[in-house]
């Protein structure tokens, strides 16, 4: 038996593939004739020689053979005798349901199931997961009715009758059940013990986008109940999808919810938010009971649910209720319709449900002439919330009615209310170039500081728009108002809009010395988002950095203001070097410039064309790669380079990638003092090597291997090519066998160190590339070039550059390779002792599970 089992071993997986039948006969049909023979050594026999093919096969495609025979032989087993119909259960429960991929092609045959109800043995227990193999409609059927109707269980197991009807159902878990089977599973919520089970399915098919069946009538009532309780999202979606009735019961727990809304002390019931999201998406089944309930007692909530039915007259109609709370909820809800804008969508509480009203109002065509006149009228109302929302729309709508309110806002007496009318957290208006430019000669002229600071208030509230470089120079002369309060806004507005011109610039920069500390740090940090920028502007930046300031986050934003200046003001480049390559000033500023955006183009060329004429050392030292204590001196150098990030690493983020790159490659190409490996690493820190520049960057690549040097950079190098590198590889070198086992060593060596690396918790684990199934037509003709007995010395360089160990690590690659005839190829050298100690992994591999040949 262990002769036999050993030479199974080698040769099962080579044999379904290459003869499916004669493996079907040998490795499931005969040991299964044995396995339920009247000889019980036999019977063991078989049932042995049975585990071992399924065990040989476990993983692999070539399972399937064994599982397309198996419901024939079950159909049989049916009349076994007892003992023999243990022995197939026992391979069954031990085995094959031991496999989450495995499952019958077929159904289990009718005869097999009504024996398994009848079983009282062993494997009583096992049986849901015996009858969970079969994965098709029939088998989720049986499952179901085993879970209504279990088979009885042997008296030892009698007391666990629960758990095991829970079995069945969790046995359902990942099967897509039709809805009808989804309301039959839904039934069992009658039966208590089964509850926790059904919601968990419940639960599962809501999380996977299921639809959910609409459940039998009897069962509303208990979910009404559960609508509240412990898996209440369940309960909510199975009501939502039970249709009227359903969502009645639902809308009765909901307005109960509403009652003790505004108590002063309050304990919301669970799923309360659920609720709600259920209702607003059926809202349209039950319009007509909504719109009872609104006409009883009118609610904010209750308008939005009709509004989404499509009952939009009553909205529109709510515009002139006497209750504010009415007022707002309906200037919101058409102003969403009518204008619909990122910010008013998220004020929903749902960005979805914003976009399903938007839908809703779309629907109805007759009455969108209806809503700017309605909207206008609102423009009127006392309470600025609704004038809000109706000027929000009424300007997104180009609507200039709307200008004279948004003018008058300005000039209102009380504060609070400009402050409530701006304070919406969607409020952005959309401006022309003409109204802003009337809120900027209200901002800079009007007599009443209030008004000027309100203006730039609203500026700079409003959406983007080419209107922000027309009105910067207005604003900018606002930073010398006399009032404190309007150069704080400016210089907050300022902070916000980044400065687009020189003169602006300097004026922020004159602002940092304010009387007020509060302006001082606005325009220190606009300073930090400024683009008009000059060596002199950053000249007088330096100055006033030494000078410092009383306010400790007026020195900060200042300081993080530098780095920003260099990124934009050409001929400021020195300073710029100074900071990355000398390490001048601190390392914030560095952590900034690897952080932020990127250099202007101007800034960017300049700072190349200085690191040309610099040596590679200076701005790209290579880290530690090898040799003892290397863990030690990788964390050492990343904890630094995360603390003060090194020249490199800024360069990187400054130089847009598409200059960075071809100045890196150009660089290594043509700096013959630096040596091959810091070469190599230069041009691996190009994230894309120019296509003009590949073949040149191949022949250093060549010339690095060659000569056994570059380290881990040739194999990461290499790796840019793929298995087409390989190919060329091999190609280049098969007239210098030497060369290509010398080549092939060096890449393996440092193949294995990568490991070594990942195995102590470091960076590392490159790679050799793999083959393709498109490339085995190479890889079978390149080793039919190799007699077999020559002692060819470029076999074993190939069997490792090749991947061909790797072939067996997967099954399909695997299948190929037996159909390019490469495990032939490679059985052709096992008769030379020197050849086959070359090939003997792979062959393993090849041949199945690791069972490596032995050779003389």
Known sequence: MERLQHIYGMIAPALAVMDPPLAETLLVRVPLTWATSDDAIRRKQGLAVLIQSWELFFGYEQQEILLQALPSVLAQAATWPEEAFEAIL??????????????????????????????????????????????????????????????????????????????????????????????????????????????????TWRYRGEPLPPPPPESLPLLEEWAVREYCEEAVRLLAAAGPEGLTRLFRVAMEDLRDRDAPIREPRPCEWDRWSALFAHAEAIADRIGAAYREGPTPRLLRLLARAGRWEVVLEALSSPEAALRREAAFLLAL??????????????????????????????????????????????????????????????DETAWPVLLAALRVENEDRFQTFLSGSGFRPALTDSLAGALAEVAGGDPSEAVRRRAVVLLGRAEPGPWQAAVEPVLRGLLRDPDQEVRRATAEYFAAVPAREVATTAALLEATRDASMYVRHAAAMALGLARGWTPELVDRLEV?????????????????????????????????????????????????????????????????????????????????????????RMVEFFVRAEEDPPPLGIIGRLVPREMLDPFLVRRALEDPEASLGHRLWLIQQALEIPEDLQEDVWRLLMRALRAGEGGPMTLALLGRWGFDGVRRLVEELWGEPETLRHVARHLRQQEGLGKLQMATGNVGGLRLPKPAAEDLPWVEATLARLAPGARDPRL???????????????????????????????????ADPLECRAVAEAVGSLFGRGVTPRCR
Request: cysteine-free; glycine content about 6%.
């Open 796 to 830: 074993e360089p190939l069997v490792d550059l090749l991947g061909l160990w790797d072939l067996g690590n997967d099954s399909a690659l695997r299948k190929a390779a037996f159909r390019y005839r490469i495990p032939q190829l490679l059985l052709r050298h096992l």
């Open 90 to 203: 026992s391979f069954l429960a031990n085995r094959v349901t031991f496999s989450s991929e495995a499952h019958l092609p077929d159904s289990l045959p009718e005869v097999f199931v009504e024996r398994l109800r009848r079983h009282q043995g062993n494997y009583a227990w096992r049986l849901p997961d015996i009858l969970a193999l079969d994965t098709t409609e029939t088998g989720t059927d049986r499952l179901i009715a085993w879970a209504q109707s279990p088979p009885p269980l042997p008296p030892s197991l009698a007391a666990y009758r629960q758990r095991w009807r829970e079995a069945f159902l969790a046995k359902l878990d990942g099967r897509q059940l039709t809805l009808e089977q989804k309301r039959r599973v839904v039934a069992l919520l009658s039966d208590p013990g089964l509850r926790d089970a059904v919601f968990r399915l419940v639960r």
């Open 544 to 632: 006033r950095l030494r000078e410092g300031d009383p306010d400790a986050n007026v020195v900060r934003a200042l300081e993080d203001a530098y780095p920003h200046a260099l990124r934009r003001a050409p001929g400021a480049v020195d300073r710029l070097l100074a900071i990355v390559l000398e390490r001048k000033g601190p390392a914030r500023w560095r952590k900034a410039l690897a952080e932020g955006p990127q250099a202007d183009a101007a800034v960017a060329w300049e700072l190349l064309e200085r690191l040309e004429a610099r040596p590679l050392k200076d701005w790209a030292p290579v880290p530690p790669g090898s040799g003892p204590g290397l863990l030690q």
């Open 337 to 398: 319709a009518v204008a619909p804008e990122e910010d008013a969508l998220a004020r929903t509480g749902d960005a979805g449900q914003g976009q399903a009203l938007v839908a809703s109002w779309q629907k109805r065509p007759e009455l969108h002439p209806r809503p700017r006149e309605a909207l206008r009228q609102a423009l009127r109302d006392e309470d600025p919330n609704v004038q809000r929302e109706a000027l929000r729309a009424l300007l997104s709508l180009g």
